[in-house]
């Protein structure tokens, strides 16, 4: 089993920027793929950014350029930077956590709520 807890969302006006968090615990090792998913009032989730367990990233085309994504092995974390904020990155932001030997088993945070005003 693993837990998964994001924190750092907030209101922030357009331009600013903010630094969203997940802690992980449970059956988490480095072998795990984590990811940042967000979704929209009235919109599917999407995938905003990745990170594997060899710290190859993959960025939304929306976010490259802004956003950062990072991980802790060590303190089972991972990190989201987000620069330069619109508007349209208003969202609920959920963390996700999934390994070849999970199989198709994926892990969700709760999710935290990011409000960008213009």
């Known amino acids: 089993q693993v837990q998964l807890v994001e924190s750092g969302g907030g209101l922030v006006q357009a331009g600013g920027s903010l630094r969203l968090s997940c802690a992980a615990s449970?059956?988490?090792?480095?072998?795990?793929?984590m990811g940042w998913y967000r979704q929209a009032p009235g919109k599917q989730r999407e995938l905003v950014a990745a990170?594997?367990?060899?710290?190859?990233?993959n960025y939304a085309d929306s976010v490259k350029g802004r956003f950062i994504i990072s991980r802790d092995n060590g303190k089972n974390t991972v990190s989201l930077q987000m620069n330069s904020l619109k508007p349209e990155d208003t969202a609920v932001y959920y963390c996700n956590a999934g390994a070849k030997r999970w199989g198709t088993r994926v892990y969700w945070g709760p999710g935290t709520l990011v409000t960008v005003s213009s």
């Open positions: 449970g059956n988490i090792f480095s072998d795990v793929t």
């Open positions: 990170i594997t367990s060899v710290s190859t990233t």
